[in-house]
């Protein structure tokens, strides 16, 4: 059993997969964040499918880009799942579960980065990385023949989907995924 988790953006969501099959996958949204809500949607999903925690064998996050404050409460919940019940961990980028969701031989997905700036890259079908991770303006990004993929749809599932490809790791080796400072360090270095 994997349980999968991305809260990097506006629409987050959490997956219950067994291997690579999707046995459900939640929505979450929360104006005020995701850290106050997400230890019970957990549960909830888990209850539901009368699964506990110790049915669970790797736990997956994405590990950004996104907001700040997402990627580390996503990232964090998952470690600390991991860590407690001493099970590997998979870290998995957003834009890569965006591209897995494609279907063209080249595929460019594509989020919001706030600030008229947009995270982007270029991947192969296989999920091999072709044109890196970047944040730039939409006009500076040179999609080519790839197929163009926006963000929308709920990631977790095509998070653990990936994770149970992949494998975990221990969970201290998993690390997130920024692209450019956050905002409060931007307004301490322009102070």
Known sequence: MILAIDVCNEV??????RGAELWEERRLEST???????????ESLLTDHGVGLEAIELFAAATGPGAFTGVRVGLTA???LAFASGKPL?????????ASLGTGPLR???????????????????????????VCKFEQFAIGEAQRIDAGPLLAGAVGRIAARRGGVHPALV????????????LNTSS
């Not at 005020?32 to 957990?42: C, M, N, Q, S």
């Open 12 to 17: 987050g969501s959490i997956a219950l997969l």
């Open 32 to 42: 005020d964040g995701y850290g106050h809500i997400l230890f019970e949607a957990i």
């Open 78 to 80: 998952a470690m600390g």
């Open 90 to 98: 998979a870290g998995v980028t957003n834009l890569e579960a965006l």
């Open 108 to 134: 460019a997905p594509i989020f919001d980065a706030r600030r008229g700036d947009v995270y982007c890259g270029v991947y192969a079908e296989d999920l091999t990385v072709v044109v890196p991770m970047a």
């Open 175 to 186: 690390e997130p995924t920024y692209l450019r400072p956050s905002d409060a360090e931007l």
